[in-house]
């Protein structure tokens, strides 16, 4: 088991909503990544925190926001929510930031469904 | 623009046939370039990095600079290689966790 832990599973909401995804990373793991899976776009970058600090920010549309809290876990929020944002999001954790390399350990992800 | 390619969707071969697994990508500089794996009901977890020069489970990839591929290669296909394999190049910013993936391909090895 990788260790990290990504909630809730599932998610079902109409469109217009707002939700919060939630990451715990792996004990240890500073950074924290964000990644949206879905049929057309494939697995795309979202945003990378480290620490508590935003590092990168990849495709991620104006209506969604990350934070990473002093506890290192990481809540992903998605607002104004249209059909297209139905997909599986992903979240990551390493040890490593800007430098250095350490490998991905990824969540299970949240499938998020809108109607 | 940076973009990972795998033109194979799927990819079906018989236990003990060669397998390789196509992997194009663009980029400007110096590519960092993974390999990630999804078995059946498991979580996406890395494969290979080109960089480690090393061969996990049988598989190997070789960077070609020249014509921009990572191709992944196992020369006797096992059932348990079933899965899903991702190429991932590492971009955004120069963390190497920020990556570019693939569309992936499922592989099919049958008995």
């Known amino acids: 088991d990788s260790g990290v832990t990504q909630t809730p599973k599932h998610l079902i909401t109409a469109t217009g909503q707002r939700v919060t995804l939630r990451c715990s990373p792996r004990?240890?793991?500073?950074?924290v990544y964000w990644y949206q899976q879905s049929l057309d776009q494939g697995l795309q970058f979202l945003i990378h925190y480290y620490n508590g600090e935003e590092r990168a920010k990849g495709n991620i549309l104006e209506r969604f926001s990350a934070q990473q809290f002093p506890d290192l876990h990481s809540e992903l929020n998605l607002s104004s929510l249209e059909l297209g944002d139905s997909a599986l999001y992903f979240c990551?954790?390493?040890?490593?930031?800007?430098?250095?390399?350490?490998?991905?350990?990824f969540g299970n992800g949240t499938r998020l469904t809108v109607t | 623009a940076q973009r990972v390619t795998q033109p194979e969707k799927l990819l079906s071969v018989f236990k003990g046939a060669p397998v390789e697994l196509k992997c194009n990508y663009s980029?400007?500089?110096?590519?960092?370039l993974f390999w990630y794996v999804q078995y059946s009901r498991q979580r996406l977890q890395l494969l290979l990095r080109h960089i480690s020069r090393e061969s996990i489970k049988g598989f190997t990839a070789d960077l070609n600079k020249g014509e921009t591929s990572f191709h992944l290669k196992k020369p006797f296909a096992q059932e348990e290689d079933s899965a899903m394999y991702y190429c991932?190049?590492?971009?955004?910013?120069?963390?190497?966790?920020?990556?570019?993936f693939g569309k992936g391909t499922k592989l099919s090895v049958k008995p």
């Open positions: 004990s240890g793991d500073l950074s």
């Open positions: 980029y400007s500089g110096s590519p960092e």
């Open positions: 990551a954790s390493s040890v490593a930031g800007d430098s250095g390399y350490s490998p991905l350990h």
């Open positions: 991932a190049l590492s971009g955004y910013g120069g963390s190497q966790g920020n990556l570019i």
